[in-house]
């Protein structure tokens, strides 16, 4: 049996995250005893939203007056955050905190007194009219620089951050993305309302941030799509009660057991994101790998020097007798191939071995193409 970082190699907030699995934030709703009654099936979860400075807390207020939904209502955010924190400390699920503020002062005063040991999630998701005319929730992805200052101030406490945004407001997803991720997020929170894979995947192309992938993800199938399209995580909300999120759990265990890397991209001829050039051959003929070279202004001697030099005097540097002379250039295990399979048994290499060493490949990859490398706009 692995243990969670050998199943998973997730950290957030430099803890072991033990199952892909979140619960996302309902206000009024989900709050520390609500995560502690799910705790043995979750990961990190995100308590509130909680409002935390007078522009909100009215909002907060005039919301629950109107009757229309349940928010959290409290005179003193501290005080109720604290005491929060301290019941989700009793267990080992990651606590996250979804905070609706309306100044970068607001949030940085938050985070000076109740520390790092929270991951810090900033409510841009909230679409609620008295929220975003209090200046918070969608507010922000209509004014990204305003949430990128956020962002910024936050991370001057040196606390990890997380951004909840629902995708298709924003003018371009992509290209927010890649802006939380310059102004220092860690985390990015995406609601996909009814886009679906082919949206997560233009966000996976577009930063390396830790992602989790949040509607409707309520079967193991709906999750398992989501993780081969760049999901790092996905969380539940509406539907986070025991059985579902004790299903999601189960199922990615056993899976991440048998295949060794639970989450693997599709390939990019069917789909993949560009994590799936761990996967991808020799730059040798017209397929989607060239134009995918392209969008992230890589030269094909580039592509093949990375991929060589990465796998030399590991495991993968072998492979006489498969297509391209190296397992580095060789497919999922999901394609059926015996020149692969032949050569893994050969060096003694199990499958899902395989899959973890092509898992390493990926992390290289992306660190290159993220931090070393100039990227056009990918898709
Ligand atoms: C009643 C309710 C309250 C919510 N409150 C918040 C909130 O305070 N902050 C936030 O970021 N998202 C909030 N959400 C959005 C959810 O976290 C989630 O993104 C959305 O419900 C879609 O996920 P699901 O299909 O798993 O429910 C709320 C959703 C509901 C239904
Ligand atoms: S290089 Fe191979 S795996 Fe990658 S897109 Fe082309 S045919 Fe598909
Ligand atoms: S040897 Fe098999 S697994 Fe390797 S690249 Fe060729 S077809 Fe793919």
């Known amino acids: 049996m692995m243990d969670a970082f050998e199943r998973f190699g997730l950290l957030i907030n430099d803890r072991v995250v033990r199952t892909p699995v979140a619960i996302a934030s309902m206000a009024g709703i989900v709050d520390a005893g609500y995560v502690l009654e799910r705790a043995d099936h979750i990961g990190i979860a995100f308590i509130g939203g909680y409002s935390i400075d007078g522009p909100t807390m009215d909002a907060a207020r005039a919301i629950a007056s109107s009757g229309d ?89 040196g606390v990890t951050v997380s951004v909840k945004i629902r995708a298709g407001v924003a003018d371009d997803d992509r ?26 995947r233009q966000i996976r192309n577009a930063c390396p941030l830790v992602l989790i992938a949040n509607n409707s993800i309520t079967t193991f199938d709906r999750m398992k799509d989501m993780l081969s399209h760049g999901a790092d995580l996905v969380s539940v909300a509406r539907q986070s009660d025991i059985r579902t999120l004790a299903g999601l759990d189960a199922a990615i265990t056993r899976y991440a057991e048998e295949e060794g890397w639970y989450n693997a991209p599709k390939q990019l001829c069917r789909g993949g994101d560009i994590r799936s050039l761990t996967f991808c051959c020799m730059p040798v003929k017209e397929c989607p790998l060239i134009p995918a070279l392209t969008r992230i202004g890589m030269p094909k001697e580039t592509y093949i020097r990375m991929k060589l030099e990465a796998v030399r005097g590991t495991q993968l540097d072998t492979g006489k007798q498969t297509c391209f002379g190296s397992l580095s250039w060789c497919c999922k295990t999901s394609s059926p191939c015996m020149f692969r399979d032949m050569t893994l048994k050969q060096a003694g290499i199990s499958r899902k071995e395989y899959m973890r060493l092509k898992r390493d490949l990926s992390d290289m990859i992306m660190s290159r193409v993220f931090h070393d490398n100039t990227q056009d706009e990918t898709s």
Not at 100 to 129: K, M, N
Not at 185 to 194: G, N, S
Request: net charge negative; hydrophobic share 45%.
């Open 69 to 157: 939904r349940k928010e959290f209502i409290y005179d003193a955010p501290v005080i109720e955050l604290k005491s929060q924190i301290d019941l989700m400390a009793k267990s080992d699920v990651i606590p996250g905190i979804n905070l609706r503020g309306s100044t970068p002062e607001s949030f940085s005063t938050i985070a000076r007194t109740l520390g790092d040991r929270i991951v810090y999630e900033i409510d841009a998701h909230c679409q609620q009219p008295a929220m975003i005319a209090a200046g918070c929730g969608e507010f922000y992805l209509k004014h990204p620089e305003k949430l990128l200052a956020v962002i910024r101030a936050l991370k001057s406490e």
């Open 175 to 200: 290209t927010l993305v890649g802006e939380l991720w310059k102004a220092g997020a860690d985390i990015l929170h995406v609601d996909l309302m009814d886009f679906g894979t082919a949206k997560l």
